[in-house]
């Protein structure tokens, strides 16, 4: 695929980061073993096999690499690779590399500021310890915010939900629970794939280490019970189940019944017209982008 990331972008990254060490509270070893193997890239200098040997001997004893020798490293892909590049600035950002929330946030505003000419973006896709971990995404590819709270597939009354936290948007079900499903991972840059979901779903029923076939199974079961007799909606179900045996877990996933819409009150509170939207739809998660249809 070719770079949408132009030339220009590029200097202007390496120029607007020039005074911010892109390896942060770590040493350049330290940081880009959280990317790359070093022992099996390389080494440019004919002294040494491996590229570890040749940066610990350029960049720490001797320090006579310029600082931006990395952007021109054909090694590591930053000036042909926008994936690489994107997955470099967003290291950049995690926690384990800088511990100042300002200064993260300063460098995110940049990095989104330079990237966005070329259609693409940094995003909080989690956090630790309270403090973000982003990635790199294109700009459109995924509906604003992060996913906090995936409650789908209610196989019996459906749940009655509670803010237990109003400042955060943290939703609690009180009541119901057991008829529906709660997804409780963070949301990858790439969205919610099958594997994701099966992954979980494993764990929640002790099926880690079965087979890939019969943890799928055991959730299209589930799932399949949240349709009651709907056969419209029970179609879509099987025609994706069809295309999982084509392409593989990668496929987004297709979850059913998601609850996309709170409202404390009942129809009675709303003026005429003006009903409490449907608290359901299909959603397939791909890249953070989400499709409903009654």
Same mark, same amino acid.
């Given at each position: ?47 040494? @096999? @491996? ?14 690499? %310029? ?41 995110? @505003? ?33 509906? !604003? ?11 019996? %009354? ?39 979901? @099966? ?56 979850? %059913? ?6 409202? !404390? ?6 003026? %005429? ?22």
């Amino acid at each position: 695929m070719a770079s949408r990331i132009t030339d220009v972008t590029r200097r202007r990254l390496i120029e607007g980061l020039a005074a911010a060490a892109w390896y942060g509270a770590l040493n350049e070893i330290e940081f880009l073993d959280r990317l790359y193997n070093l022992d099996t890239l390389p080494s440019t200098d004919s002294r040494y @096999t @491996t590229a570890r040997q040749d940066i610990i001997q350029h960049c720490i004893a001797n320090y006579d690499w %310029p600082d931006d020798w990395i952007v021109d490293d054909e090694r590591f892909g930053l000036a042909s690779s926008d994936n690489a590049l994107l997955q470099f600035l967003a290291e950049m950002l995690h926690p384990a590399v800088r511990t100042s929330l300002a200064e993260v946030e300063q460098l995110h @505003t940049f990095l989104n500021q330079t990237l966005i000419h070329d259609g693409y973006e940094i995003v909080q896709v989690d956090a630790i310890s309270g403090a973000p971990v982003f990635a790199g995404r294109r700009i459109g590819a995924g509906v !604003p915010g992060s996913m906090k709270n995936l409650i789908f597939a209610a196989d019996g %009354p459906k749940p009655e939900i509670v803010f237990s936290d109003a400042l955060n948007n943290d939703v609690r079900v009180v009541k119901n629970e057991e008829f529906c499903l709660v997804y409780d991972r963070p949301l990858a840059a790439h969205g919610l794939t099958w594997a994701d979901l @099966t992954s979980w779903w494993a764990d929640r029923e002790g099926l880690t280490g079965a087979p890939a076939r019969e943890v799928s199974r055991s959730l299209y079961r589930r799932l399949d019970r949240s349709l009651g007799d709907n056969d419209a909606e029970r179609r879509i179900l099987r025609a994706y189940a069809d295309r999982y045996v084509r392409l593989g877990d990668g496929i987004p996933a297709l979850i %059913p019944q998601v609850y996309l819409h709170y409202d !404390p009150y009942t129809r009675a509170h709303h003026v %005429p017209g003006a009903a409490p939207c449907r608290a359901s739809a299909w959603t397939s998660c791909c890249s953070c982008r989400s499709e409903s249809a009654s």
